[in-house]
């Protein structure tokens, strides 16, 4: 059997300051987070499409867990390959160093581009400006987290065009040591839309929900819950059926964002204050 392309564009990337890495794909190919994004933290972040070779992720981040550079990896990578001809790889290692490979036997438009902290990639494009657009917008958002400044890439490059065979599928994977859940994960997020006409936008709905249900807002942002406030609150949940501001919280999903009974996120107030019993 023939393998499948993975026609697409994503962008492989970190931010070392606060110490994330990350991938963001979208493509006319049912689930293509399944295959494309693969990251650990400390280590790299890791992108592999057009004829994918599944394996290039965790054999790349087991390279570069023994220390070799993001260039080597791809070197490492290709060399083994058989099939590199069609395949197409970007990474970035735990140092922010990037690099890419587009094989020449790639279907048009092709390439991809590298800089400090990223590497863009796509095939079966429109022309180079989706991959332009990738990078662009990366280099010129870096005040966002990283997160969210991977769904910005996915939009512009769309809005450049995208893939010329149209949407269907997109993921987002991110990366910290001790992010995720708890705690207790590195997966700080992980986000995929399978089959969806605008999967963009859906991918976007899905990390809007996703950060204000795990999120935190500053904690100088947090309000003293007392006097007025804490009469309010008790007596909401007290219409909603609930002792504590802990269990509902818990029902709500809520609970990562809410840390003893002396304050409160503000996040956590304004859905106390929408919720209906």
Not at 44 to 54: C, D, E, F, R
Not at 141 to 158: G, Y
Not at 208 to 231: I, K, Q, T, V, Y
Request: with cysteine.
């Amino acid at each position: 059997m023939a393998e499948p392309v993975v026609a697409t564009y994503s962008i492989v990337a970190c931010d070392l300051e606060a110490k994330q890495w990350g991938v963001a794909v979208q493509s006319k190919f049912l689930a293509v987070g399944s295959v494309v994004p693969w990251a650990e933290p400390k280590v790299g972040a890791i992108a592999t499409q057009a004829y994918a070779n599944p394996s290039y992720g965790p054999n790349g981040l087991a390279l570069l867990r023994e220390g070799l550079s993001a260039s080597d990896v791809v070197e490492r990578l290709t060399a083994g390959d058989e099939g590199r001809d069609e395949r197409q790889l970007g990474v970035v290692d735990g140092h922010g160093a990037s690099a890419g490979w587009t094989g020449p036997g790639c279907n048009e438009w092709a390439g991809h581009r590298t800089g400090p902290g990223y590497a863009a990639q796509g095939n079966i494009l429109v022309g180079a400006e989706t991959v332009a657009a990738l990078a662009t917008t990366f280099e010129a958002n870096a005040q966002l987290p990283l997160a969210q400044r991977l769904i910005e890439c996915l939009a512009a490059a769309q809005a450049a065009g995208g893939d010329r065979r149209g949407q269907q599928s997109s993921s987002l994977l991110v990366v910290e040591k001790d992010g995720g859940y708890g705690g207790l994960s590195d997966v700080l997020v992980d986000l995929r839309v399978d089959d969806h006409e605008r999967p963009i936008e859906e991918l976007r709905r899905l990390y809007e929900l996703h950060h204000r249900l795990f999120g935190m807002s500053p904690r100088e942002d947090w309000l003293p819950l007392e006097g007025e406030l804490r009469a309010e609150v008790d007596e909401r949940l007290s219409q909603l059926g609930y002792d504590s501001l802990d269990a509902w919280a818990g029902v709500e999903n809520l609970e990562e964002r809410v840390d003893g009974d002396d304050e409160i996120d503000p996040v956590v107030l304004e859905a106390l204050r929408q919720a209906r019993g």
